[in-house]
């Protein structure tokens, strides 16, 4: 035991190479390596005759990934919901982030951390099932904004193009309140982090130099909070892009880029169509995370 | 005149902790007032009071005259330099100086020129464009009050200003915080624990103890004229002599204050002059510093007497273990209040 000890003293990398190699194997074998494979197959084809892939590098699955316009329609539609998540979670999360990060006591603060991460204790499938019934057109949603006397309001969105639908259950609207639900404690904890590294003296730096408290939110608090907003987004924003089982169980029959994975690889059989699928959550999050990087949000890191 | 600050019975509790106890106190316009005492002793919660970021549970605040008790700190024409300085780390340099002219709606190119313009008086505008990460504590220190001078504030609150730079900076921030005191002729309000820093800079001072303000004088009075134990060890660094040991020397069991440097170290037995005062004890510890040295007298009465020696007095001792006889003039003895 001494032995190993002194020869590894010392030789600093060697004594990481051995810790890192374990994870590293499974990262690059198992995770990117499938990941590579993956992106593989959106370069092969399908044989329309014998429905067999053929593996010969081609853009053919692309082109008809873009040629086709329900399909543009689906990544369209993907991408619309992922940025609404994205935005109302984090209009939703900023106030709960604000008040555990600086105002709520130590024993408030353990309670609202409980209260966020215990739902996350649950199975996915049993809340979205759960909402089903919520959002059901007899169900307990309908019914306390009935109590509220808000039914108007609620037929009213009902009714509006696109959102509406015959009940919140079978609407895009519907859909909307499930993704921003689940996805809410993965806006709310890296936005409390970023926020709770704001020392208290800078808002009164802020204050005592002029700001109002709406000067000093935009010029000070939000800044430095984006990294925060920036993690929280890749979170909302990508796992709606990839979500197949909220689409499929709650809302409105059109497709999202999940379901369509799924279907493609599996009911279907063509894996290339379902891996260029894949691909295009990618890039839109490269993209949206080169926007994020372009805008300011990792300066502040 | 209406004084720059007043606080009239000021009390800040905090559950059942005085956190401030009943202060009352007046700033001259242009004065150099320093907060003085241990950590815990309310001068921070005092300067906080001023600058409006808590409010007292009972008394009032006013600022030239005019009550601001229950106003926010965004209205107040105080400005703040923070112990860690509370630079903004998204804006450089230059946007953190210009960050009050900014929330008063002054335009860019205007407030860019009034910051340059501050930076100059601290001479920084060299480090217009940097990060405050790129920053040196020093540097860093001088953003803070060119940003809290942009304003042009009636009144300058400072927060341990110097006390996370090491010892030679500080000494020259400090030649340099009053320099600038004087060519802005703000009022300044300091709060330090140094008793040094504020004896140095301060045109009067105000010494805080538990929540409660002990003495308020002038630096010299302070250090010469303490009022109670407490200020005499705090500011003087003095011996407080009481009980059976000031009756022995005095006649009588009053307290009185007595500074290391008025002590003279004698062996045992010499010839005290007419009117001194004296006693006798063992030299228990004797430490060289250079310019001084410092000696520890167990009295024959018990209690630890120091006295501080300038290199060179004559017929010093040094021997640890030694008899010695301690002797002082009367007019360096300070009655002080027990408490």
């Given amino acids: 035991m001494r032995a190993i000890a002194r020869f590894l003293y010392g030789r600093r990398g060697f004594y990481l190479a051995l810790l890192l190699l374990p994870p590293l194997l499974w990262l690059g074998i198992v995770y990117l390596g499938s990941l590579f494979a993956l992106l593989m197959q959106s370069f092969y084809a399908i044989d329309e005759f014998t429905a067999r892939i053929v593996p010969k590098l081609t853009l053919a699955t692309y082109r008809q990934l873009v040629s086709h316009p329900a399909n543009v329609d689906i990544i369209l539609r993907t991408l619309g919901m992922a940025v609404a998540v994205t935005l109302v979670a984090a209009v939703v999360a900023f106030p709960i982030a604000n008040y555990m990060a600086r105002h709520a006591s130590p024993r408030m603060k353990a309670f609202f951390y409980v209260g966020v991460m215990l739902p996350m204790w649950t199975s996915y499938l049993v809340k979205v099932y759960a909402w089903r019934l919520m959002l059901a057109k007899q169900g307990i949603l309908s019914w306390f904004v009935d109590q509220l006397g808000l039914a108007p309001v609620l037929n009213a969105a009902l009714a509006t193009p696109v959102i509406g639908g015959p009940s919140l259950a079978s609407s895009y609207l519907g859909m909307f309140i499930v993704f921003v639900y689940m996805w809410l404690p993965f806006m709310i904890l890296p936005l409390t982090a970023a926020l709770e590294r704001v020392p208290q003296s800078l808002l009164q730096a802020s204050a005592d130099l002029g700001a109002r408290p709406g000067q000093t939110f935009r010029n000070v608090v939000l800044p430095l909070a984006l990294p925060g907003f920036a993690a929280g987004s890749v979170f909302t924003f990508s796992l709606t892009l990839g979500d197949y089982i909220i689409p499929s169980v709650v809302g409105a029959p059109g497709y999202f880029i999940g379901m369509m994975v799924y279907q493609q690889q599996g009911t279907v059989g063509n894996l290339p169509l379902a891996a260029a699928f894949s691909v295009v959550p990618i890039i839109l999050i490269a993209i949206y995370l080169s926007l994020a990087k372009r805008l300011g949000a990792f300066h502040a890191l | ?339």
């Fill in chain 2, 1 to 339: 005149m209406t004084p720059a600050i007043e606080l009239a019975g000021v009390s800040r509790l905090f559950g059942a902790v005085r956190a401030l106890d009943d202060v009352s106190l007046a700033v001259a316009p242009g004065e150099f007032f320093a907060l003085l005492g241990p950590s815990g002793s309310g001068k921070t919660t005092c300067l906080r009071l001023i600058a409006g970021f808590d409010r007292p549970t009972h008394g009032n605040v006013m600022l030239d005259g005019e009550d601001v008790t229950d106003i926010p700190p965004f209205e107040r024409s105080v400005n703040t330099v923070f112990q860690d300085y509370a630079l903004f780390p998204h804006m450089n340099v230059a946007e953190n100086v210009a960050y009050g002219p900014k929330v008063r709606g002054m335009p860019g190119p205007e407030r860019r020129r009034l910051a340059l313009e501050v930076l100059e008086l601290v001479r920084l505008a060299a480090l217009a464009e940097r990060s405050p990460a790129q920053l040196s504590g020093g540097q860093k220190q001088r953003v803070a009050l060119a940003r809290a001078l942009i304003n042009r504030p009636k009144v300058l609150l400072l927060d341990e200003p110097l006390g996370a730079l090491d010892l030679r900076l500080r000494e020259e921030m400090q030649i340099e915080l009053k320099a600038i005191q004087q060519q802005v002729g703000i009022t300044f309000v300091y709060v330090t624990h140094d008793q040094g820093e504020a004896l140095s800079m301060a045109d009067r001072v105000a010494v805080f103890r538990e929540g409660r303000m002990e003495q308020l004088d002038a630096p010299r009075d302070l250090y010469q004229r303490p009022r109670t134990p407490f200020v005499a060890r705090f500011v003087g660094s003095a011996n407080v002599v009481e009980g059976e040991l000031a009756r022995r020397i005095t006649g009588v069991a009053r307290t009185f204050a007595i500074r290391a440097e008025a002590i003279e170290v004698l062996p045992a037995g010499a010839p005290a002059p007419d009117g001194a005062l004296s006693c006798e004890g063992v030299l228990e510890e004797f430490h060289y510093h250079g310019a001084t040295s410092r000696c520890h007298v167990r009295t024959d009465a018990g209690p630890v007497i120091a006295a501080v020696r300038p290199e060179g007095s004559p017929a010093a001792v040094t021997a640890r273990g030694s008899r010695v006889r301690l002797v002082w003039s009367r007019e360096d003895l300070v009655p002080l209040a027990d408490t």
